[in-house]
């Protein structure tokens, strides 16, 4: 696991990645871009990254929360999306199982695909989230957190890179914002950025819905919410 830094993911406290890769292949995606343009003269990431950017398994890495003895805020597979369609039901089996043995952290899990969600048995602990970078996948991504089978646990949705001005769906507990970051935007399309930020985070104050406003975003916006557990 990777402990976060200062400068590493501000809500979480460390990162796991025993399933990496994608086939999402977003023009935006830090992951491959990390791992396709950095691998070449560095044995690190060769060594985790065997297979590029191709979903790869790693068994040797399930065991890292159990020996991670203090409690902590984990976020799973931030390479990778353990939910999509290309992975198969039994990596995800063998990673559930691997938390099941280490129950005082609080993990997080983000995908695309929220739709498998449906076949997967989350705890307590469990964080279930999307990503919604833009209106058109609002509908389709949203759908799966109005189920009751996730009442119990926090539902997020990260609004990065955000793209578009997307509405607010009353079935997530928490928001995340941020840009695209890598890139450089126009003048015009930054104050548009900004506008859509502006009209999300007023939104959600205004329906008592904490947002995590991250990267250049966050220096505008100082919102670092995080969501309070349920009570259960």
């Known amino acids: ?11 979480c406290t460390h990162t796991w990645n025993p399933v990496t890769g994608c ?3 977003c023009p ?5 871009r990390i791992v396709t343009q950095r691998m070449v003269n560095n044995p690190k990431l060769q060594k985790a990254f065997p297979n590029g950017f191709a979903p790869t398994f790693h068994p040797d890495r399930l065991d890292q929360p159990f020996k991670q003895k203090k409690p902590a805020k984990i976020f799973v597979c931030d390479m990778g999306d353990l939910f999509g369609d290309w992975v198969p039901a039994e990596w995800i089996t063998q990673v559930s199982e691997a938390i099941a043995k280490a129950p005082w952290h609080t993990y997080l899990f983000l995908t ?38 996730l009442d ?3 539902k997020f949705v990260s609004m990065e890179p955000l793209s578009s001005d997307i509405p607010i769906d009353l ?15 126009s003048e015009e399309q930054w104050n548009e950025v900004i506008d859509w ?16 406003v991250k990267n250049k975003l966050g220096d505008i916006f100082p919102q670092r919410e995080m969501p309070e557990e349920k009570v259960r």
Request: glycine share 8%; proline share 4%.
């Open 171 to 185: 079935a997530f507990d928490w928001i995340i914002v941020g840009e695209r970051s890598g890139i450089r935007y």
């Open 197 to 212: 930020t502006r009209k999300i985070v007023k939104q959600a104050t205004a329906l008592g819905t904490p947002v995590f």
């Open 152 to 154: 119990d646990n926090i």
């Open 112 to 149: 695309k695909n929220p739709k498998r969600y449906k076949d997967c048995t989350f705890g307590k602990n469990h964080w279930v989230g999307t990503t919604i970078e833009h209106e058109k996948y609002f509908r389709e991504r949203s759908k799966p957190f109005w189920s009751e089978e």
């Open 1 to 11: 696991m990777n402990r976060q830094g200062p400068n590493g993911i501000g809500y």
């Open 23 to 25: 086939e999402h292949d």
């Open 28 to 32: 935006y995606c830090y992951a491959r």
